[in-house]
């Protein structure tokens, strides 16, 4: 095969920042190549001098054998080269028809006004060429998050893309939704089209690449031919270090004597969301919860904090029965949550990174008790240094940070409230490898302190490396609690599978 696309030699620097240093990277004609690195490693920042969001230090970009230097996105989208961003930037309210033909809608030669009936008969064919029957007249926001990103490379395509970039398309999709993109990578390979995929997803880079480029530092460790790597060796030029330091049994095994009781769940349910259980958790304890996506796993932990209220069934903390009637309660029984999806209901992205470590200690004192701007500094510095939050300092806006580093902002949000309880769903999603090794150190190390912790993951191998004791559900309903030599990702696996 062919390069259509080679990078030689690109730098490009920001006020204080060398993000990219001499990268060479070329693509190949009808292949799907995978980009790999931390946060801040320079994936996105490659992506966006070659089209053209941002102008160039130095280097050449050589595409479909003709120098360029694009001057902005659309004019790369003009040549043939289009991403797809993890976040959806279409428009929501608008059709399917209308988002996939936005700026070029097909007119009427007469009386002007867009032609609707050419419309939707365009976008039908668009969508049809990646095999979905769907509706093209009703508003994009009347789909899943899978189908808009469906929408989004409909659109591409439309416009004739030589090169398709993927900016983590599948962070959001369910098992179900994966195997139907990468179907659709896989008929657009064939079609000659060339892609770039860039993921935190170990699993999915083996199954659909054909060849991998990990960046750190702002610099090219390595391209390599997918179904010659290993996993160890992936994971270890991403990381620049051995593989030894991600090794479950030898964390979990330091872990040190359990405290009392904390917080208890008895014959809680609620109809439709979530099956009758029982469940507790021990202080110093760091109980799992695994299953597939939509088995209980979130609900349980919006019961636990007041999100959602039970049909049945009561809670009781620290010994005394509880009624949650919100999360305020939760905060004053000594309970924190990090949610699932930091930027919708994480973070608050326009406040500082100090206004964000503050927010649950002080909804914690309350209003009549405001903290200090002298003390607000201090305690958002002190977290600053103890996690290891890379920022420029207290008053960055948070949504700045990289994703593992907001992550650790939320982190630092509940410690400073001296949480009893923490609740920590997906709490590495989306983070670069690094990130995550940090953030897995950091809830052991909080659990050896006599913190509880409920920790959700969708990834065997964390649950399994954080884990004291884990919960398995399915289908809305907990089937069976594991411990000890019993905590592996077979087992896991195996039960999640019976039946009966």
């Not at 004019?75 to 028809?97: C, D, F, K, M, W």
Request: aromatic fraction near 6%; glycine fraction near 10%; include cysteine.
């Amino acid at each position: 095969m062919g390069e259509i696309l080679k990078v030689t030699n690109l730098s490009k620097s920001f006020p204080g920042v060398k993000a990219l240093t001499s990268i060479d990277f070329d693509l190949r004609q009808g292949e799907i190549h995978g980009l790999m690195g931390e946060n801040g490693a320079g994936k996105s920042t490659l992506i966006k001098v070659i089209t053209g969001f941002y102008t160039k230090d130095s280097g050449d970009i050589v595409y479909d054998n003709e120098p360029i230097d694009f001057g902005s996105p659309n004019e790369a989208v003009r040549h043939g080269i289009s991403t797809v961003y993890q976040e959806i930037n279409l428009i929501p309210l608008l059709s399917v028809a209308e988002n996939i033909f936005l700026g070029r809608q097909p007119m009427k030669t007469r009386g002007g006004g867009i032609d609707w009936k050419v419309l939707y008969k365009r976008a039908e064919e668009a969508i049809g060429q990646l095999d979905l029957d769907i509706d093209v007249t009703l508003p994009l926001n009347s789909y899943s998050v899978a189908i808009q990103q469906m929408v989004s490379i409909a659109r591409a395509l439309d416009i004739s893309a030589k090169i398709l970039i993927l900016d983590e398309p599948t962070s959001s999709l369910d098992a179900t939704e994966v195997r139907r993109s990468f179907g659709i990578m896989r008929r657009l390979k064939e079609q000659g089209i060339s892609i770039i995929f860039i993921t935190h997803f170990l699993d999915q880079v083996f199954e659909i690449t054909d060849r991998i480029t990990v960046l750190r530092n702002g610099r090219k460790v390595g391209v390599y031919e997918t179904e010659f790597l290993t996993r160890i060796d992936l994971i270890s030029s991403m990381l620049g270090k051995e593989f030894e330091e991600l090794d479950s049994d030898r964390w979990r095994k330091e872990e040190g004597p359990l405290g009392e009781e904390y917080a208890s769940l008895n014959r809680m349910s609620k109809r439709g969301y979530i099956e009758e259980f029982d469940l507790s958790i021990r202080k110093g304890e760091v109980l799992g919860l695994a299953g597939l996506l939509g088995s209980g796993r979130t609900e349980i932990a919006k019961l636990l904090y007041g999100i959602e209220k039970p049909d049945t069934g009561q809670i009781v903390i620290d010994g005394r029965k509880t009624v949650m009637t919100g999360p305020k309660r939760a905060i004053e029984k000594g309970i924190g949550f990090c949610p699932e999806d930091r930027k919708e209901v994480g973070i608050i992205p326009e406040l500082s990174v100090r206004e964000n470590i503050i927010l649950a200690l002080q909804a914690k004192r309350g209003v009549l008790r405001f903290l200090s701007r002298k003390s607000r500094n201090e305690i958002a510095q002190q977290f600053i240094e103890s996690l290891n939050i890379v920022t420029t300092g207290v008053e960055q806006q948070v949504k700045n940070l990289s994703g593992g580093n907001q992550q650790k902002v939320i982190l630092a949000r509940w410690l400073a409230a001296n949480p009893q309880l923490l609740i920590l769903d997906e709490p590495t999603r989306g983070i670069d490898i690094g990130s995550k090794v940090e953030i897995q150190k950091l809830i052991i190390e909080l659990a050896k302190k006599g913190i509880a912790i409920l920790f959700i993951s969708s990834e065997l191998d964390e649950v399994v490396r954080c884990s004291t004791r884990i919960a398995v559900l399915r289908d809305r309903r907990i089937i069976k609690e594991l411990g000890g030599a019993d905590i592996n990702e077979k087992t896991i696996m195996h039960t999640i599978a019976e039946t009966g």
